[in-house]
């Protein structure tokens, strides 16, 4: 009796002993899971992160393109408003379209609307130099006046840079709008030979050297004139294209 005693003691001390190692195996069981499904996780964060990555540099090189084609096209656009502002005393009904819509900050469609306006009202570059604030206003039906007043002063310092002047017959030049800096500013006619004096102005030779109160470009008595060989050529090449 005793030993048999013993015996079932042994076997549920056994059995005990065989639960336990189940729990501990089920335990291993889902720790083991729940690795595998971490590791999963974090390979999966991992590709991710990469694919982020990739498409962060992917971003910074396309937003890199996409600023210096922001600046190519705002270069080009500029240079190309640079040569229609030369040639204001030769527009047509559409580049004054262009013009305003432009300048006034419009939108695209208007061109259109306003070049048939500008036909039907034959508004050419000279009548529109002579158009007052109140006149824009009333003609385009701007929403507002300042849509007008940056037209009206637009195209006024367009006339001053780009001045009409016509250029003395022996050098066969018509009349055409000559750039501002071909000019003399004291004789305002284009210059045969610039020269730079002391206050950085540069003057053609013939007329600073008629002007007698020039005393503030003189040093010990004479007066100081540097030749600007790079504009003069460009004079010479602007009236041999001319012709």
């Known amino acids: 009796t005793k030993l048999k005693n013993q015996v079932d003691e042994a076997i549920s001390n056994y059995t005990k002993c065989i639960e ?22 974090l390979m999966t964060i991992n590709k991710i992160y990469a694919f982020d990555k990739k498409v962060l540099k992917g971003f910074n090189e ?23 502002e ?73 006339c001053k840079k780009y001045p009409i002047n016509v250029i003395d017959s022996d050098k066969g030049v018509a009349k055409q709008a000559i750039p ?5 500013p004291l004789s305002n006619s284009i210059m045969n030979d610039p020269v730079i004096a002391l206050n950085g102005i540069t003057y ?19 007066l100081e004139l540097y030749p600007d060989h790079a504009l003069r050529q460009n004079i010479q090449n602007f009236l041999k294209n001319s012709k």
């Open 20 to 41: 336990q190692y189940n729990n501990i195996c089920s335990i291993e069981r889902d720790i083991l899971i729940q690795k595998q499904q971490k590791k999963q996780k």
């Open 62 to 84: 396309f937003n890199n393109k996409l600023q210096k084609l922001i600046e190519e096209n705002q270069n080009w656009i500029e240079k190309e408003w640079g040569e229609l």
């Open 86 to 158: 030369k040639i204001w005393s030769k527009w047509n009904s559409q580049e004054i379209a262009i013009f305003i819509v432009h300048t006034a900050e419009c939108k695209k469609s208007k061109i259109n609307q306003y070049n048939e306006i500008i036909k039907e009202k034959k508004i050419d570059r000279i009548s529109l130099s002579k158009m007052s604030k109140n006149d824009l206003m009333d003609i385009f039906r701007f929403e507002t006046s300042l849509q007008a007043c940056a037209i009206y002063d637009s195209f006024n310092e367009i």
């Open 180 to 184: 501002k800096e071909y000019l003399c």
């Open 204 to 222: 053609d030779r013939s007329s600073i050297q008629n002007i007698p109160n020039y005393s503030s470009l003189m040093t010990d008595g004479n």
